[in-house]
């Protein structure tokens, strides 16, 4: 490490220092929402991470293009109408192979075209003017940061079903103050990398 | 069927919904990426607020306006596109107005796209309702979530670094609670607003029940 452009860096950044969920708060609608239960907490995070590989490669592409052709104002409307694609893909591909999951992931599924960790990796790495590689080693470092936040907070949220609660702390406020000390944990990473 | 003879009637309740029954934020748990993200200091969610309230009333104007052209099966796309482009013009103004404003911002700006507030209300009443209820629920929504941002805003800079809008409030022997401008910070300040609702509503539903009588709410 200690190169803040090399492949392994920019993967370790978005995975732990600076995780997607815990620390610059992107994606937290699912991450409230269907951290419920681990079994639809996993798929949830591997179908976001599919998409925003898949999305990533597409914006770097994209962005090419847009540069080429002197049209960065279309970046943001552009990149939108990729996601959405993408999605659709994941879509029609979770529900021809695993009809179930496709139930228990609900409306969160279609919901990913509104997942801010989506759009906000997509301009992030326009914004850092990351290369192929890089953008490549940022989508999947900020992939399985997605899915280690999901699945530690539904790890937690599963234990605090047994456990007994006031009243009044039940539900999202819950969530929240968890979410909060996890994200007081994902601080001790800090020092592995700064902006 | 006696909601569709409603339909056109703007009552105050059009624009008080958004505010406290059905606040986007502590109520819908919409929106909550930039509600967290952008509120470490008052001006900020303030500046955030606005931004939002003006692309919400805007996206609602036009797909209201359209909402009879717009085929069904393309609708969501269709919804983006406009409320993408709403937030393009909010960009480059910001940009052009504020520099300071726009870089504390950053991709948040951009990231109203996917606020989910926005699209929600494009979805659920800009597409069943006339322009002008549509805009007057919009604005009810769009204060509701600055007034939302502004009391997440205020306490964690309140808290985090001892000032107000800017303005330093205590002396300087104030030592700042600085994880509060940080992110834990705004996960843990929700949660105490969220858990300052419930108590309220509790309590509410406490009294409800004591005086059995008069159960009307």
Known sequence: MGNADSITFIFFNAFLANNFVLAMFLGLCPFLGVSGKLNTALPMGLATSFVMLVSSVCAYFLNELLVAFGIEYLRLISYIVVIASAVQLVEMTLKKLSPTLFRALGIYLPLITTNCAILGLALFQTFKEYNFMQSLAYALGAGAGFILALLLMAGLRERLELAKLPSVTQGAALSLILGGLLSLAFMGFAGLGAE | ?217
């Open chain 2, 1 to 217: 069927m006696s909601l569709i003879k409603q339909d056109d009637r703007i009552t105050l309740d059009t624009f008080l919904e958004g505010v406290w029954r059905e606040n986007p934020v502590f109520v819908m748990m919409l929106g909550m990426c930039p509600t967290l993200a952008v509120t470490n200091s008052a001006m900020n969610a303030l500046a955030m607020g606005v931004a939002t309230t003006f692309v919400l009333i805007a996206s609602s104007l036009l797909v209201s306006l359209f909402r009879n052209l717009i085929p069904s099966e393309v609708r969501i796309a269709t919804y983006i596109v406009i409320i993408a482009t709403f937030v393009t013009i909010v960009d480059y103004t910001m940009q052009a107005v504020s520099q300071p404003l726009y870089h504390a911002l950053g991709a948040f700006i951009q990231l109203i796209v996917v606020n989910c507030i926005i699209l929600g209300r494009a979805e659920a009443c800009a597409s069943r309702n006339k322009p002008l209820k549509s805009m007057v629920n919009a604005a009810g929504m769009g204060l509701g979530f600055t007034l939302a941002l502004l009391s997440l805003g205020s306490v964690r800079e309140l808290l985090g670094s001892g000032s107000l809008f800017g303005l330093p409030l205590f002396g300087e022997h104030f030592q700042p609670w600085v994880v509060m401008v940080l992110p834990p910070g705004g996960f843990l300040v929700l949660g105490g607003w969220l858990l300052f609702f419930e108590w309220l509503k509790t309590r509410k539903q406490d009294q409800v029940l004591g005086a059995e009588g008069a159960t009307h709410g």
